[in-house]
């Protein structure tokens, strides 16, 4: 038997249990062309929320009934694919269960470089890093000389973030909550400043951290926070819309920043992006990005608990918390 997460019915505000329905099936056989994957690591993402809700974005939202999405980790158990043998590891958008039967699409195997957890495939080596490559690389046109200031900075795309940015010269100050996190930029990945966000007057804060203002701002939290960097935008200043964590949870419509003429005066531009549209260049992000693990630059931050199919709404809600620090991996107890 084999236990799944499907969507109850459309969340309202914060998720709750009652969004999600846990459901027993059996596991199946493959049938040909097809194997049985044991998902050991659920991948758990800000995007989740928004995936729940009806409506248009960059992807069709999950119906009700259906299993939740979610990209995963697992192991090949049985297999009538000439592709993928028993034993493999591969990585997949299986969803939250314990068992998937697929017929290979959009899967891949996975042989992690040394020295580097499995788990990194769903952070630094996945989605997490792509985001945070493309992002500041492509969109963010990063400069040695630069200021970047990443918000939501010691989660998994903002950790990638101000590390890059370091690597590629330019000057990094993260925005995170709490004096933990702040320390944890400064001290053990080289950052060079981090502000606290939920120790006031941000503002305030920001312009000390930022003497020179700032060259790319790369937003994973929208609301305040964007309106307060907007306020310290150099000229020609690129702003990065990656995500707006701080908004996914509303319950009215997203307001707008209210400092957006900052644009016109800095003569800023600013951008959203979507991972997906790089997925023909993720080998060039995965080269740099491996290599940079094994020179010592770039460290994989991870946060994983382990726990059971039923503790997934709880992990999803502490993304919304700031309850993880680095990428959150919910790894199945067996
Ligand atoms: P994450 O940053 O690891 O986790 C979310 C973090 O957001 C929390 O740890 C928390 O940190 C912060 N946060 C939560 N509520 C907040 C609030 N109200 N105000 C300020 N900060 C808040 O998640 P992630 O996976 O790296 O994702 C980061 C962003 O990237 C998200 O917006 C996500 O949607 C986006 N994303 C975009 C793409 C794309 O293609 N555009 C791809 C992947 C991810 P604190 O303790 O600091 O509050």
């Given at each position: 038997m084999s236990r799944r997460i499907q969507l109850a019915g459309r969340p309202v505000g914060e998720v709750k249990e009652s969004d999600f329905e846990l459901v027993e099936t059996e596991v199946g056989e493959p049938g040909d062309g097809e194997f049985v994957c044991e998902v050991t690591h659920i991948s758990i993402d800000p995007a989740m929320r928004g995936w729940m809700n009806a409506g248009r974005s960059y992807i069709e939202p999950v119906e009700v009934g259906d299993v939740m999405r979610a990209l995963t980790l697992g192991r090949v158990v049985d297999s009538r694919h000439d592709k993928f043998a028993?034993?493999?590891?591969?990585?997949?958008?299986?969803?939250?269960?314990?068992?998937a039967i697929s017929d290979g699409k959009g899967v891949n195997k996975i042989t992690p470089p040394e020295g580097v957890s499995l788990t990194a495939h769903l952070g630094i080596l996945g989605m997490t890093g792509f985001t945070a490559y493309f992002g500041?690389?492509?969109?963010?046109?990063?400069?040695?000389?630069?200021?970047?200031?990443?918000?939501?900075?010691?989660?998994?795309?903002?950790?990638?973030?101000?590390q890059i940015a370091k690597i590629k010269g330019a000057r990094a100050v993260g925005i995170a909550g709490g004096p933990e996190k702040c320390r944890m930029l400064v001290e053990e990945l080289g950052f060079d400043a981090a502000v606290d966000?939920?120790?006031?007057?941000?503002?305030?804060?920001?312009?000390?951290?930022?003497?020179?203002?700032?060259?790319?701002?790369?937003?994973?939290?929208?609301?305040?926070?964007?309106?307060?960097?907007?306020?310290?935008?150099?000229?020609?200043?690129?702003?990065?819309?990656?995500?707006?964590?701080s908004q996914y949870n509303n319950t009215t419509p997203v307001s707008g920043p209210s400092n957006y003429m900052m644009l016109l005066v800095a003569r800023?531009?600013?951008?959203?992006?979507?991972?997906?549209?790089?997925?023909?260049?993720?080998?060039?992000?995965?080269?740099?990005?491996?290599?940079?693990?094994?020179?010592?630059?770039?460290?994989?931050?991870?946060?994983?608990?382990?726990?059971?199919?039923?503790?997934?709404?709880?992990?999803?809600?502490?993304?919304?918390?700031?309850?993880?620090?680095?990428?959150?991996?919910?790894?199945?107890?067996?």
């Open positions: 028993e034993g493999d590891i591969v990585v997949g958008t299986f969803g939250v269960r314990e068992h500041l690389l492509d969109v963010g046109r990063v400069q040695e000389g630069d200021t970047v200031l990443v918000s939501g900075a010691a989660g998994a795309v903002g950790t990638a973030v101000g966000y939920k120790s006031g007057d941000l503002r305030g804060q920001l312009r000390q951290a930022t003497p020179d203002h700032v060259d790319v701002f790369f937003d994973n939290v929208g609301g305040e926070v964007l309106d307060h960097a907007l306020t310290r935008l150099a000229r020609g200043a690129r702003v990065v819309i990656c995500g707006a964590v800023a531009t600013m951008s959203g992006f979507v991972v997906f549209d790089y997925a023909d260049r993720y080998a060039e992000a995965i080269a740099d990005l491996s290599r940079w693990l094994a020179e010592g630059r770039l460290h994989s931050v991870e946060d994983t608990v382990r726990g059971d199919i039923e503790s997934f709404p709880e992990m999803l809600a502490r993304l919304f918390s700031g309850r993880n620090t680095g990428k959150l991996v919910l790894e199945l107890d067996r």
